[in-house]
């Protein structure tokens, strides 16, 4: 199966932004469609945004709808979350998330990488 390492969470001021990115190797990345989550403190695991295998089709949460953007390179075997407009509830681990195309659910994660918004 694939393995994804995330990359680009940080400390970030109410207002500002990240870029998350997330690598996999081991497999045919554009046979899978990929996701991104994330749990903050006391908090289950939530969906953040979702894109299909080709890139065509996009899912955000409404939490994310209008700050943030996934997009894909399947060139480069990459997915990226671009979150604008952050605030303090965006204050979670963000795990990266792969399933088969034909799947329903993911069930490939990454190790997750923190970003905490500071007011």
């Known amino acids: 199966q694939v393995l994804l390492v995330e990359s680009g969470g940080g400390m970030v001021q109410a207002g500002g932004s990240l870029r998350l990115s997330c690598a996999a190797s081991?497999?045919?990345?554009?046979?899978?469609?990929m996701g991104w989550f994330r749990q903050a403190p006391g908090k289950e695991r939530e969906f953040v945004s979702g894109i299909s295998w080709s890139g065509g089709n996009t899912y955000y949460a409404d939490s994310a709808k209008g700050r943030f953007t996934i997009s894909r390179d399947n060139a480069k075997n990459t997915v990226s979350l671009q979150m604008n407009s952050l605030n303090p509830e965006d204050t979670a681990v963000y795990y990266c998330?792969?399933?088969?195309?034909?799947?329903?659910?993911?069930?490939?994660w990454g190790q997750g990488t923190q970003v905490t918004v500071s007011s």
């Open positions: 081991g497999h045919t990345f554009s046979n899978y469609a």
């Open positions: 998330a792969a399933k088969l195309f034909y799947k329903s659910d993911y069930d490939v």
